[in-house]
DNA sequence: TACTCAATAATATTAAATATCAATAAGAAG
DNA sequence: CTTCTTATTGATATTTAATATTATTGAGTA
């Protein structure tokens, strides 16, 4: 199937990098349907799993919450914090390896892993901290 | 607020334990409604609720489709196969240590993570090889 | 046995995402 | 440039997982 460039598609793939970090796909229709109200929601949609499947930017699926589409950058691990539910990043070295010494262990072809991590952000424990008192 | 038990509720935990591994709350619900027509599909979701949060079950969060439940057992890591869309334990000693070790890196307070692989099954693997000739 | 309110059944609602489909426009061919 | 094909769009309906609502029921105490 041979595939079309369209306005839509680019004002996506620049959305998503401008956001350029953890953005729903409802911010990024938002992002968009300031300067293209005519937009349709579908066509976000449509587009952040075409550029996801082409490759041009990044899914990071969220248990619990949407999902989130991110620019290609280095490989990075994501934290969600449960109190105030936003997305910070992790660079964690330490975790590559980890495929390859899983793939040994089983009958599975590996193709991926997420890590979701959960925990308070530094912001909200603080508020919680003095909150407490 | 005082806790009452109720028969739904141990319905709800005899079926996850008899179901044993991976059930969603829909594959719960059917398990009880087999017996219990009655039953709200409501009702199990509240208690699957309920139930995971006084620890008597385990919730895995899986992104992308129904949260499923487990027995309370060994700590262990899942891996959803991408054609079938089952899930199948992976027992991962390696990967204790990974938390603690995160700890110290940032101003976050973790209260655990999910890391869920993603691959393709022994059994789709097979079928898919055979069907490709 | 009677009383209180936590829990239930049934239904409505929400949220995220996909499906449908007539209308539009990208890009190739003439 | 004009025409043609069909991928893509916009708009809406639908799906799926889960929660909210609310009158009714029943667990546990007094």
């Given at each position: ?46 587009n952040l799993n075409l550029l ?82």
């Amino acid at each position: 199937m041979i595939r079309r460039n369209t306005i839509q598609r680019t004002f996506v793939l620049e959305a998503v990098n401008k956001l350029h970090c953890h953005a729903t796909a409802d911010e990024i229709y938002n992002e968009i349907a300031k300067k293209h109200p005519t937009i349709s929601r579908a066509t976000v949609y449509r587009n952040l799993n075409l550029l996801s499947e082409m490759g041009e930017i990044r899914r990071l699926e969220l248990p619990g919450s949407a999902d989130r589409f991110d620019h290609i950058s280095s490989n990075h691990c994501h934290v969600k914090c449960e109190v105030c539910g936003r997305v910070f990043d992790v660079d964690m070295d330490f975790v590559s390896g980890l495929e390859s010494g899983i793939r040994d262990a089983h009958g599975f072809d590996f193709t991926g892993y997420d890590i979701i991590f959960h925990g308070i952000c530094p912001e909200c424990k603080e508020q919680k901290s003095s909150g407490k008192e």
